[in-house]
T-cell receptor, first 115, second 111 residues
Framework: GAVVSQHPSWVICKSGTSVKIECRSLDFQATTMFWYRQFPKQSLMLMATSNEGSKATYEQGVEKDKFLINHASLTLSTLTVTSAHPEDSSFYIC???????????FGSGTRLTVV | QKEVEQDPGPLSVPEGAIVSLNCTYSNSAFQYFMWYRQYSRKGPELLMYTYSSGNKEDGRFTAQVDKSSKYISLFIRDSQPSDSATYLCAMSGTGFQKLVFGTGTRLLVSP
């Protein structure tokens, strides 16, 4: 089965700083990466979709300049939360997929707390 | 109206009970249906994956899809306290597309 590694599992940062979250697909090549956000007691909401080597596509209401996504390789994608504010505190989860359909394994998530 | 509706619960059952979890959806284009289990502060874990209508069984878990009614179910037999978690249904259209999730049902299985 697909193996996905996401780091860090939790991070606390000061308001105004930036945080980078890494997601790696360890045993398959992720041509597509989905990034989700989950607020407490709510479901997963898609933030953005990126294809390897291309710019990410953001869902309505998600600021592309705040949430920078880099998908430069088939095994690594990063999400950088820039100028973080307390309202960005959430659980961020990656979901890599390949062309064949491996897309049902999620990362373990990153809990971001902005103080 | 949300694309996927799911009762948030909580659903409390005694150990050994049969659990029924359900989702309804409105988009007839959905072809792929998944059930995920999510423990607190963890990423979702894929439990069952079904394409189109029909039933699928894996151990204590059975997934059913009724596309004519736009209704999917997950049954858990002989429920265990370790099954206590939030169960999310998810679905997507033809080919691999983004997943649309239900809100999740919190299940509590008491010893």
């Amino acid at each position: 089965g697909a193996v996905v590694s996401q780091h860090p599992s939790w991070v606390i940062c000061k308001s105004g700083t930036s945080v980078k979250i890494e997601c790696r697909s360890l045993d398959f090549q992720a041509t597509t990466m989905f990034w989700y956000r989950q607020f407490p007691k709510q479901s997963l909401m898609l933030m953005a979709t990126s294809n390897e080597g291309s710019k990410a596509t953001y869902e309505q209401g998600v600021e592309k300049d705040k949430f920078l996504i880099n998908h430069a390789s088939l095994t690594l994608s990063t999400l950088t939360v820039t100028s973080a504010h307390p309202e960005d505190s959430s659980f961020y989860i990656c979901n890599p997929a390949d062309r064949v359909g491996y897309g049902y394994t999620f990362g373990s998530g990153t809990r971001l707390t902005v103080v | 109206q949300k694309e996927v509706e799911q009762d948030p619960g909580p659903l409390s059952v005694p150990e050994g009970a049969i659990v029924s979890l359900n989702c309804t959806y409105s988009n007839s284009a959905f072809q792929y249906f998944m059930w995920y289990r999510q423990y607190s502060r963890k990423g979702p874990e894929l439990l069952m994956y079904t394409y189109s209508s029909g039933n699928k069984e894996d151990g204590r878990f059975t997934a059913q899809v009724d596309k004519s009614s736009k209704y999917i179910s997950l049954f858990i037999r002989d429920s265990q306290p370790s099954d206590s978690a939030t169960y999310l249904c998810a679905m997507s259209g033809t080919g691999f597309q983004k997943l649309v999730f239900g809100t999740g049902t919190r299940l509590l299985v008491s010893p």
